[in-house]
């Protein structure tokens, strides 16, 4: 069965520096998404994506955060400028087409900016 | 705003007992409810979702929407139930993203 795939599975960095995380989303969906989850918090959702822009984001995908597609298999997220409270598991999740079709979730990046 | 209230944080049971991990949801419109699960070292996977009104691995959840409730249950508790339990809404048109609550942590004693 086709799985999401987020690579890396752990990056530390510093503050300050910029991170990328990287998702390769199951081939035929459509839909694609970023949520976080800080330790012993909620899953939170950050950004929603479909047809080469942003559909939906949260209050905390601020300026320091950007998403795209650049080369039309990859779904990247950037943090420009990483924070200590930027540490946390980051989570891609897509979805085929239509309201109701599941969101299928990757393994996550633990994210650690020391 | 949407929210999800998952009031336990952990929930132990013996194998075999009746499992019934509690979910309340806020939300003004028609929501969509899901329950996804994570066993140890595995990611977020689907268990189940309101509209589909069926049984995943014994378990049953129904939308009670008087009550703003989608509580999870089992009849019988197995070992391998273990796992962090998730409930989910999403508002009921189109793309639109999942509102989580904290997670409730399942384990299921020999």
């Known amino acids: 069965e086709p799985e999401v795939t987020q690579t890396p599975s752990h990056q530390v960095t510093q503050m300050g520096q910029e991170v990328i995380l990287r998702c390769v989303p199951i081939?035929?969906?459509?839909?694609f998404y970023w949520y976080r989850q800080i330790l012993g918090q909620k899953v939170e959702f950050l950004v929603s994506f479909y047809n080469n822009e942003i559909s939906e984001k949260s209050e905390i995908f601020d300026d320091q955060f950007s998403v795209e597609r650049p080369d039309g298999s990859n779904f990247t997220l950037k943090i420009r400028s990483t924070k200590l409270e930027d540490s946390a598991m980051y989570f891609c999740?897509?979805?085929?087409?239509?309201?109701?079709?599941?969101?299928?979730f990757g393994p996550g990046t633990r994210l650690t900016v020391l | 705003a949407q929210r999800v209230t998952q009031p336990e944080k952990l929930l132990s049971v013996f194998k075999g007992a009746p499992v019934e991990l509690k979910c309340n949801y806020s939300?003004?419109?028609?929501?969509?409810l899901f329950w996804y699960v994570q066993y140890s070292r595995q990611r977020l996977q689907l268990l189940l979702r309101h509209i589909s009104r069926e049984s995943i691995k014994g378990f049953t959840a129904d939308l009670n929407k008087g009550e703003t409730s989608f509580h999870l249950k089992k009849p019988f508790a197995q070992e391998e139930d273990s796992a962090m339990y998730y409930c989910?809404?999403?508002?009921?048109?189109?793309?639109?993203?999942?509102?989580f609550g904290k997670g409730t942590r399942l384990s299921v004693i020999a």
């Open positions: 081939s035929n969906h459509l839909y």
């Open positions: 939300y003004s419109g028609s929501p969509e």
């Open positions: 989910a809404l999403s508002r009921n048109s189109g793309n639109t993203p999942l509102v």
């Open positions: 999740a897509t979805r085929q087409r239509g309201s109701a079709d599941t969101q299928y």
